[in-house]
């Protein structure tokens, strides 16, 4: 499971109005296993995604990790932030998986 959207699910509501169903994303525990990298010039969410997992997708869970250092509505980071790359994305592909059913 690389693609998140395919859990996106479309709802009617009582009067017959569509809505889509928010996704949940699974709380990501520390671990002695995470890397720590400090953010340069130019990094994205997007593009370590792609260093750290070779898949640009992934970029949510950097995001998720790093909740009071990440900005939600951006890919582009500021320099010199301290990031947390979590290394186990087979479980938290999985945790996400539970919660989206």
Do not use: C
Not at 27 to 44: F, K, Q
Not at 58 to 73: E, G, K
């Amino acid at each position: 499971m690389r693609n998140r959207t395919q859990y996106i699910k479309a709802l009617k509501n009582e009067k017959g109005k569509r809505y889509y169903k928010p996704l949940k994303y699974p709380n990501i525990p520390l671990s002695s296993r995470d890397i720590y990298i400090r953010t340069t010039i130019g990094d994205r969410l997007d593009s370590l995604a792609e260093q750290f997992y070779n898949d640009v997708r992934l970029w949510w869970i950097i995001s998720t990790a790093n909740p009071h250092v990440v900005r939600n509505d951006s890919y582009a980071l500021k320099p010199n932030l301290e990031i947390r790359i979590p290394p186990n994305t087979n479980q938290i592909l999985e945790n996400f998986k539970a919660l989206n059913k």
